[in-house]
């Protein structure tokens, strides 16, 4: 097969929020793009939408549980399989589960463990050989402030996060001798229907389009220079 000159990027939990976004800012910036997540209908339909604005051949929809190995392994496969190439992996598919650690149960504890942390771990077991033997590339972990600052209520997510935040920084100082970069982005509250929460207008939030605009200004940086870590606060958030 002749390679394609144009950069690809995956992006786990691409159906909704900020993944889409992310999905549709890294189409704008010339990559071509695989969409994937959980629920086959929503893969089905994003990807066709996005194909439709962008172009059917650079858009591939993949059905993917991160929490799965197997499934993570079958994501770079049937990514190498359609492009012949991976340079981009966006580490975005997450969950929250918030309650009291009284209440907490083990399965949120667990939801939230496997996918916001482990998930990464195996899409990033299953993209980096591409990478490395590609020369290098980026991977992009959407990480949040809930990994610095804890908070009431957020004992499993807080976990999960401030884990991603070690999980990131180290295999960043791994990486980087391979010309593979990786960049933690630590949102603020964003505008999406995380956790159940409904979208809501005219918010003090950050919108999913930030975020996206972060993740695309990273593969902006010149080749020596990598910034690892990218902290995005609301302006004006509700004052205490
Ligand atoms: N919204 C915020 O305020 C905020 C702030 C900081 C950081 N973040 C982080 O940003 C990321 C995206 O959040 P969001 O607000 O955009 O959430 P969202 O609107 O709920 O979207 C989550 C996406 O992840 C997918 N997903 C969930 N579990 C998955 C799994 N096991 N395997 C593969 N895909 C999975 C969902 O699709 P399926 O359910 O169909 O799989 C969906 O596409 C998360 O890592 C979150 O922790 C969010």
Redesign the pocket.
Known sequence: MSEPSRRVGIV????????RAVAEALLEAGLDVVV????EA?VGAVSAELARAADPGRVLGAV????SAADCQRLADETMGRFGRVDVLVN?????RFAPIQELTLDDWQLQID??LS?VFNCTKAVVPHLIARGGGWIIN?????GRNPFAGGSGYNAS?FGLVGLSEAMMLDLRHDGIRVSLVM????D????GRSAGPASW?LA?EDVARAVVDLLRYDDRALPSRVELRPTRPPQR
Request: charged share 15%.
């Open positions: 786990t939990g691409g159906t909704k929020g900020i993944g994937s997540a959980r629920t929503d993917c549980d991160v929490r975005n598919a997450g969950v929250g996918t916001n998930g959407i990480g949040s402030l809930a996060k949102p603020g509250s964003v999406t229907g995380f956790s939030k999913s």
